[in-house]
């Protein structure tokens, strides 16, 4: 399985949201959005091997993480509006520790951003954490091939990053740091260029 | 100078959209959006070097280009919705064959894909052809050292890609096809794996 979890420190916590202003009152769940596009669209097909996750830190009741399972989406449009509208039904529910399903693959939960890693690290997730000054992806040494692939988390930030406390939670956790380009980009633009190196490693082995 | 340029099958010629339906009734200009958001957001900055056209046949009044100069734009937010409202704009001009400002670095006029593609042949880019059956760009031996960039253009498709005479008249051109992946892509997230390869070159040069 292919993870990804973005820190979203300023996202909606409640399914009060302005449709029409995702980047300011809904605290960038414009890119969210995006980074839910990158992670699952293909061509004319969605990546079923993909499950993205973020982790909100906005107002009212934070944290709330949302769950996307690539093999359970359903009526998925790869526009911002209306995966914005997914997510606003979803942050609608009521919130417990335990994952509840909104629509088709979507999940939302009670969950704090480090103890969704650290189940990762405890169900035996490789663990990335993409950085402008790690090492590149394709040296890393991944198992892709079908019958026995490995299982890989990837971490991101926002626009604000994650924090130097969350660095060092990675560190202390083991996380491989990883850059997939000399400048800095953008959350759903990271996501792109890992599913492309993970498609040319997959295709060359 | 990098140029990218969209054939948009079938994205509207005229300002009266509807900005809640953008893949719909404004035919499929939600990707038009994030083709721009992927030829120019960095981290905390724009791709100064970079050029966007999109040429657009959908209805009532097709062709209409539309010119996006890296180097001009404007307070411009990588969110779909506030980059579909400076195209609105745009496209509520009134076209002729010359260019004309509509805001801070985006431009309309009256123009075929084809003609666009002429004009930068004659003008010596080098052109390149965006397929999944083309050879890696990283094979291509691309100038881009800052003295003496080569200026390319790439070419892409929408949704229904460039059709059949547009690809012959690509070919009897002589621009190079060039593949990013092993899988077919949206033609936003070609764009991000372009500025990669390019990025990554330059880097290592
Ligand atoms: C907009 S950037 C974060 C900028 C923020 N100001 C900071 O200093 O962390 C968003 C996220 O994308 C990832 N990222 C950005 N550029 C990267 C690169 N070149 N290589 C790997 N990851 C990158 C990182 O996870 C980062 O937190
Ligand atoms: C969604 S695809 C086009 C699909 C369309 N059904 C077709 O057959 O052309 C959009 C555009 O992205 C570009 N593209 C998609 N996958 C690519 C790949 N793996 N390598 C290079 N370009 C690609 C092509 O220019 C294509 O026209």
Same mark, same amino acid.
Request: aromatic share 8%.
């Given at each position: 399985?292919?993870?990804?979890?973005?820190? =979203?420190?300023?996202? =909606?916590?409640?399914?009060?949201?302005?449709?029409?202003?995702?980047?300011?009152?809904?605290?960038?769940?414009?890119?969210?959005?995006?980074?839910?596009?990158?992670?699952?669209?293909?061509?004319?097909?969605?990546?079923?091997?993909?499950? *993205?996750?973020?982790?909100?830190?906005?107002?009212?009741?934070?944290?709330?993480?949302?769950?996307?399972?690539?093999?359970?989406?359903?009526?998925?449009?790869?526009?911002?509006?209306?995966?914005?509208?997914?997510?606003?039904? =979803?942050? !609608?529910?009521?919130?417990?520790?335990?994952?509840?399903?909104?629509?088709?693959?979507?999940?939302?939960?009670?969950?704090? *951003?480090?103890?969704?890693?650290?189940?990762?690290?405890?169900?035996?997730?490789?663990? *990335?954490?993409?950085?402008?000054?790690?090492?590149?992806? !394709?040296?890393?040494?991944?198992?892709?091939?079908?019958?026995?692939?490995?299982?890989?988390?990837?971490?991101?930030?926002?626009?604000?990053?994650?924090?130097?406390?969350?660095?060092?939670?990675?560190?202390?956790?083991?996380?491989?740091?990883?850059?997939?380009?000399?400048?800095?980009?953008?959350?759903?633009?990271?996501?792109?260029?890992?599913?492309?190196?993970?498609?040319?490693?997959?295709?060359?082995?």
């Amino acid at each position: 399985m292919k993870e990804f979890i973005l820190k =979203a420190n300023k996202s =909606a916590t409640s399914g009060d949201i302005n449709i029409k202003d995702l980047p300011g009152s809904a605290g960038r769940l414009d890119l969210v959005c995006r980074c839910v596009n990158s992670s699952f669209f293909l061509s004319h097909d969605l990546r079923r091997d993909t499950v *993205f996750y973020s982790v909100h830190y906005g107002e009212p009741n934070p944290p709330i993480a949302l769950k996307f399972i690539g093999d359970e989406l359903k009526r998925l449009s790869p526009d911002e509006r209306s995966i914005a509208l997914f997510i606003k039904k =979803a942050l !609608e529910k009521d919130s417990s520790k335990l994952w509840k399903e909104s629509t088709a693959g979507i999940y939302t939960a009670k969950q704090e *951003f480090r103890d969704l890693i650290l189940e990762k690290k405890n169900e035996n997730y490789r663990i *990335f954490y993409l950085h402008l000054n790690g090492k590149p992806l !394709e040296e890393c040494n991944l198992k892709l091939n079908d019958d026995d692939d490995e299982d890989i988390l990837f971490v991101l930030g926002d626009h604000i990053g994650i924090g130097e406390d969350d660095e060092k939670f990675l560190d202390e956790l083991g996380a491989e740091r990883i850059s997939l380009s000399p400048v800095e980009l953008h959350a759903d633009h990271c996501i792109i260029l890992v599913h492309n190196a993970l498609d040319k490693l997959k295709n060359n082995e």
